[in-house]
């Protein structure tokens, strides 16, 4: 069975730092294009990061979280991070990871470019 689950989110408090993780099972994520999305209540989902198939030499940011949040990924774990710093109110939100199988060093950030989500965990940056 394919699985792609999130997890490692919470409560944390502003200027605070989570990871979360983006753990495959059933399927190798090697091939994969990945991408880390957020979607607040009330809003649009809209994309925070991705990293390209294979070794991930390719990274995109959000002018949001860029130089904030951190994307990566441990093939042999199956699993891909994001490293959040610095974390503000407004980063709160249910936080989702898309993926896309792709032959290219590249990713984007754009929703619909990815096929299968995981069902998403809470982040809530508040004091």
């Known amino acids: 069975q394919l699985q792609l689950v999130e997890s490692g989110g919470g409560l944390v408090q502003p200027g605070g730092s989570l990871t979360v993780s983006c753990a495959a099972s059933?399927?190798?994520?090697?091939?994969?294009?990945v991408g880390w999305f957020r979607q607040a209540p009330g809003k649009e989902r809209e994309a925070i990061s991705c990293i390209s198939a294979f070794t991930g030499e390719a990274t995109n940011y959000a002018d949001s979280v860029k130089g904030r949040f951190t994307i990566s990924r441990d093939n042999a774990k199956n699993t891909v991070y994001l490293r959040m710093t610095t974390m503000k109110p407004e980063d709160t939100g249910v936080y989702y990871c898309?993926?896309?199988?792709?032959?290219?060093?590249?990713?984007?950030?754009?929703?619909?470019?990815?096929?299968?989500w995981g069902q998403g965990i809470q982040v809530t940056v508040s004091s």
């Open positions: 059933g399927f190798t994520l090697y091939d994969y294009a």
């Open positions: 898309g993926i896309t199988i792709s032959r290219l060093h590249m990713c984007r950030l754009m929703k619909n470019w990815y096929d299968y």
